[in-house]
């Protein structure tokens, strides 16, 4: 089993600045791509950011130049660092992780598809 543990959103007023992490556990894991998404109430989930093993990332249009994602590979964990936040910001985020790790109960390696458990992020006019 891969968890992935979301923490840093909070409330903060438009203009202002929030850190999101996701820490990553399992057994010896190789993660190739992480991911935030966010979804604002009564709208779809949609990509924010993602970032793969080589460091390659990738921004939303709607986020690019405020929002910088990046990962500690050593601690299996992103970050997502969050600038001049607008209200329409206002959203649950989530963390998704893609690649490979050890199971106790196969011979060879498992892929896994993990998400986190969301952090709210609010920014109010």
């Known amino acids: 089993q891969v968890q992935l543990v979301e923490s840093g959103g909070g409330l903060v007023q438009a203009g202002g600045s929030l850190r999101l992490s996701c820490a990553a556990s399992?057994?010896?894991?190789?993660?190739?791509?992480m991911r935030w998404y966010r979804q604002a109430p009564g709208k779809q989930r949609e990509s924010v950011a993602h970032?793969?093993?080589?460091?390659?990332?990738y921004y939303a249009d709607s986020v690019k130049g405020r929002f910088t994602i990046s990962r500690d590979n050593a601690k299996n964990t992103v970050y997502l660092q969050m600038n001049s936040l607008k209200p329409e910001d206002t959203a649950v985020y989530y963390c998704?992780?893609?690649?490979?790790?050890?199971?106790?109960?196969?011979?060879?390696?498992?892929?896994?598809?993990?998400w986190g458990q969301g952090t709210q992020v609010t920014v109010s006019s």
């Open positions: 998704n992780a893609e690649g490979t790790y050890d199971s106790s109960s196969y011979y060879f390696r498992q892929p896994f598809n993990s």
């Open positions: 399992g057994s010896n894991l190789s993660i190739n791509v």
């Open positions: 970032i793969i093993s080589v460091g390659s990332t």
